[in-house]
């Protein structure tokens, strides 16, 4: 009898292939190691093995594999049912759900780049084959396997590379990603040239004509005594009474000296750990409510409003979870933008805290695969983003989806096009565990499986230490510009009450959301605005570097000083981003630190944690952001928030925009007042009106819920219906234009007025690929498989026809 196996490769192939392999391989291999195999003519792929059987393929001869590459299983039988679902659900192949899944290091394959370790090692300890490649690695800056075939002058040189990985001989390239930063604390001491009591009495002498300078100083003593511990910035400003401008301008003098101490995230140990918190009573029956819906429901659903304390009752559960020796997955949506998170779990369950990021290194996600693999201590709870549903858990016993409602846990590029929400839902029952939705403003779709009785449903409504909710209050811009009274983007309104807030020494955050508003320059002789030669859409400008961008392809050239059309060089640029808005805001209030928190200011070296950490040691007064800003952000001093227009979010053109507004805006609300003063918030808008403006400042969920389904009814979108996208693309537009007809024409047959389409999106052609889109929608009776077989044989006769097969096509299923 011959023995077989059936291996995904990380391409997107329909079927597995099948390999042959012999008795003792056969008595060796277990579904979840890795094989290296051959593909096509000259081709090495890495593959897992799916399936050990004994019947050969029909179609084809079996090659044989090159290499076993494990001892053990390295992805487990739960981890290869998840990608099966993924794969049938989200229409893509397992291949795709592979190159996903795994951390690169795992995947070799011919195009992999080996170069040389940054340590240099003992040479001692190589193989001559493995010395071979080394040596090679010393005159050229890297290899690709099948340079190393040519050097060894034999085909399988997996096993050469996995041991030369092992030993760090070599690196295998992948993009170089910054590691996790630690956070660096601002402290101050005494500068060295008042050690002597002389000198120090000369200071205070010195200072007596400067009171407010003299009382920080001795504030700084009696701190320092009292506690014996370096003094913190922020605390040294809390105990003294004093502005940071105060303590900055003694360090600017030299008579205080500024220092900065790592906070290591990571290290915490044993006795060192928090005990966790006490909760109060709403907190407390809102835990047991969980626990008895965890009775009857797999997945519950926490609607608690900004504030409430959510983040506490998890950590309940999650002491629980792993008091049973459970795994606990803890989901967000973006781990960067969390780091106050981290801290906080980390504090209380110091080691057991494993954060898993795309980010991270190769070698850092393997490491947290491994202990997530081995069921290890140090890797009790997963902190991570939609990717970490991918790791190999054998024990899991709780899910938390921390902020359920945002739109980034569904990937939408490439192929999986998962959203790890509802694929932890399916996760969480292979491993008979339990899912938490947490949010201050669910998604429709959670909101009404909890309706359907599909879902468990536990409030929370009060925020913690009774808090109140902000006063959220509507400033019309029209009337405002009527009567004169805007200063730029800003309403006397909020110029006003800006200014009393800093008075006060409170902090502001401005909010100016970003998408479809982007700063476009137009010519007022002729009205041409500047294109991007790849796509259709208007070049974005911007001022920092005084450049013309494409926001879709990465296009770039400097700014224009005359039209391109007509010549003339009176340009204007039409819209606001945010540095429009931190130009305006620094010059009406130029006695205060403004800084901008987006995209831009965000990408360099520890960019966005250096302004959480600014923000919170309170050296910015304002901070003008994006949605950056909404995520789960905890801040003490932020008194005032301003959104500068809420119009441009609502008028997106999107069947979602009104929820995501509402969701948007209630998010960036929570961030005012956290402590004991109310906060305030002010949203200029030109329609005060609108009923979702109105569901805003008065936070009424439930009212904007009704409301919004109540379309999704009358327009048959989801949760009513479900919904698949086809996306063609193709660099000839008649091209993309026939099949994209008859692509609608044969889904049209099947599923008649379901189908929409095809049509041109907003920004038809992206990276010189014009783009069509069809959309199907799925009533809750019809069969969703049965639709997704239909689609497929659509699909495998447009490849059959000549013209079309040129043409790439994407399915998208839940495309929201
Ligand atoms: P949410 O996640 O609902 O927005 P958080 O969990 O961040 O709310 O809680 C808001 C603030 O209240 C945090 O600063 C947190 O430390 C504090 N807090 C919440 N619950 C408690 C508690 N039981 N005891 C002490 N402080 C708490
Ligand atoms: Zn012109
Ligand atoms: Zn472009």
Redesign the pocket.
Known sequence: MQNFINVIIPIPLKKLFTYSITPSEAEFLKTGMRVAVPFGKSKIYTGIVAKIHNDAPVAYEAKEIHQILDDAPIVNDKQLKLWQWISKYYMCTLGDVMRAALPSAFILESETIITKHVKTIDESILKDDEFLVYEALQHQSSLKIHDISNILDKKNVLPVIKRLIEKEAISVEEEVYEKYKPKLVRYVKLHANFSSETELQKLLDDLSRAPKQRHVIMTLFSVSASTKKPVKVSDLSTESDASVAIIKALIDKGILEEYHIQTDRVQYKGDDNEVT????SY?KTALNDIKQSFNNYNVTLLH??????????YVKLIEEAIGNNKQVLYLLPEIALTTQLVT?LQNYFGEQVAIFHSKYSAHERVEVWNNVLQNSAKAKIVLGARSSIFLPFNNLGLIIV?EEHEQSFKQFDPAPRYHARDTAVVLANLHEAKTLL?S?TPSLESYFNAKQNKYGFVE?TK???NVLMPDIELVDIKDKLKKKRMKGHFSDKLIEEMAETLKEGHQIILFQNRRGFSPIVECKTCGHSPQCPNCDVSLTYHQYRNQLRCHYCGYVVGMIQDCNACGSQDLDSKGFGTEQIEEEVKQLFPDYKVARMDLDTTRGKYGYEKIITALEQQEIDILVGTQMLTK?L?FRNVKLVGIMNADNMLNFPDFRAHERSFQLMLQVS?RAG?TEERGKVLIQTYNPYHNILQQVSTNNYIDMFNEQMNDRYNYKYPPIYKQIKITLKHKDYNTVDAASIWFAKSLRQVFSEHVLGPESPPISRIRNQFHKNILVKIPKKQSLFKTKEAIIKINNSFLSIKGFRSVKLILNVDNF
């Not at 918190?277 to 109060?280: A, G, I, Y």
């Not at 608690?304 to 009752?313: A, D, F, N, P, Y």
Request: no cysteine; net charge positive; hydrophobic share 20%.
């Open positions: 918190k006490q909760l109060n907190q608690g409003v900004t504030s409430s304390g959510k983040t506490e009752v906080r921390d947490g201050a929370i925020r913690y230490n789960g905890d929570g956290r």
